[in-house]
């Protein structure tokens, strides 16, 4: 097996997480595969430490604290390789948590109550639009992406077993139903079969007491009967439906017209599944994890391809762009110093 990491920018730091958009999420063991990668040179900032980071434009938009303080934060605006364009300097009482990627594709900044949109006049990029990121959340939550005609959502509801498409016109105020995921049956049968450990496991004797029914409520719904997952993606004005239940990937126009349908091929052994699809923010291409490996769905045969090793654990934040796998991550050094870096490996 052939492995070569790309390490392209490293600061010394304490960071916060900030995830992509998951259905779920499973710890799982990978055979070997075939992966490579081209390695590119490092490059630190010992004056700043990076806390998160979003993409958007051909730009990094990094979220950095000044090293020797606890309050004094600013957004570092570069190009793809990193090399400065611009500087968002943020006042004390702002106290950024980290940054979010919105669906209308701009950057939010995170603060413990509030939400500022980034915006950019004359080339000079700035904070406003402040929000409440109570009503925020409320809003949005559901919110899937945008195109020229739809607003797309994903209605989540019989605790993540039953899951309701819907989109939105925003001229004539509709709202439209578009698919369904329903698993509702496993859901029903949950109760029985925690009832059936418990009781199973209260047999084994007096010397050993086995887990109580909501503990087994909690494995067997994370675990044995999670729900099945589907996800709904988008590039331009067609439409990917992962339908996981019935094992299909199918791809629509927005008039909702079937243009093609495959058999999803993955995975072989269902707990290597990490049940997470990512897209390619602007070239469109899925993916998904099996393990520590990130596979490129083939939409047209429902295959997968290895591309390159993705440690969730290690990783902070994963964003696909333009071809490039980009991660952010964290280790000690030597000193027990936190370092954080982004990582960038080459897909294509």
């Given amino acids: ?10 600061f010394f730091c304490g960071l916060s997480m900030s995830a992509q958009q998951d259905t779920c999420v499973k710890s799982i063991i990978l055979d070997p595969a075939m992966i490579t990668a081209d390695k590119v040179k490092a490059y630190r900032d010992y004056d700043y430490v990076m806390i998160d980071f979003e993409i958007a434009d051909d730009k990094f938009f990094i979220l950095q ?62 904070y406003a639009f402040p929000i409440e990121k109570k009503h925020y959340r409320e809003v949005l939550h559901n919110c899937l992406f945008m195109t020229d005609r739809f607003v797309y959502f994903c209605d ?16 004539e105020k509709k709202r439209e139903i578009i698919f369904t995921n329903d698993d509702t049956q496993t859901l029903a049968e949950i109760p029985d ?34 729900p099945e997952q589907a996800y709904l993606g988008h590039s331009h ?11 299909k990937i199918k ?7 079937l243009l093609h ?32 490996t990130l596979n490129e769905i083939d939409v047209q045969t429902g ?22 796998f980009y991660s952010l991550k964290k280790r000690r050094d030597s000193s027990n110093s936190e370092v954080s870096f982004i990582e960038r490996t080459k897909l294509y």
């Avoid at 097996?1 to 490293?10: D, P, Q, R, S």
């Avoid at 606890?70 to 500087?87: A, G």
């Avoid at 009781?199 to 503990?215: D, L, R, V, Y």
């Avoid at 999803?264 to 602007?282: C, G, L, S, V």
């Fill in 193 to 226: 079969e925690v009832k059936w450990h418990a009781a199973h496991t209260a047999k084994i004797g007096e010397m050993w007491i086995g887990p109580s029914p909501e503990q087994w409520d909690t494995f067997i719904r994370n675990t044995w009967m999670r």
């Fill in 303 to 324: 295959k997968t391809i290895p591309k390159v090793s993705a440690n969730q654990t290690l990783s902070q934040k994963m964003i696909i762009y333009k071809g490039n």
């Fill in 261 to 292: 349908s495959c058999d999803i091929d993955y995975p072989e052994k269902e707990n290597f599944w990490h049940h997470t699809i990512y897209q390619d923010r602007a070239w469109g291409n899925f993916y998904t994890i099996f393990g520590t």
């Fill in 65 to 126: 604290r000044e090293t020797k303080s606890i309050k004094n934060y600013r957004i570092l605006v570069t190009n793809m390789v990193f090399e400065p364009l611009d500087t968002i300097n943020l006042p004390q009482k702002l106290q950024p948590t980290n940054l979010e990627f919105d669906i209308a594709k701009n950057i939010q900044i995170v603060t413990q109550d509030t939400m500022y949109q980034i915006v950019k006049i004359e080339n000079k990029h700035y």
């Fill in 237 to 247: 004005d067609t439409l990917y439906y992962f339908d996981h239940q019935n094992r």
């Fill in 251 to 257: 791809t629509y126009d927005e008039d909702l017209n």
């Fill in 156 to 171: 989540t509801r019989a605790q993540g077993y039953l899951l309701c498409f819907y989109r939105i016109d925003p001229q």
């Fill in 1 to 10: 097996m052939k492995i070569n990491f790309t390490l392209v920018l490293l």
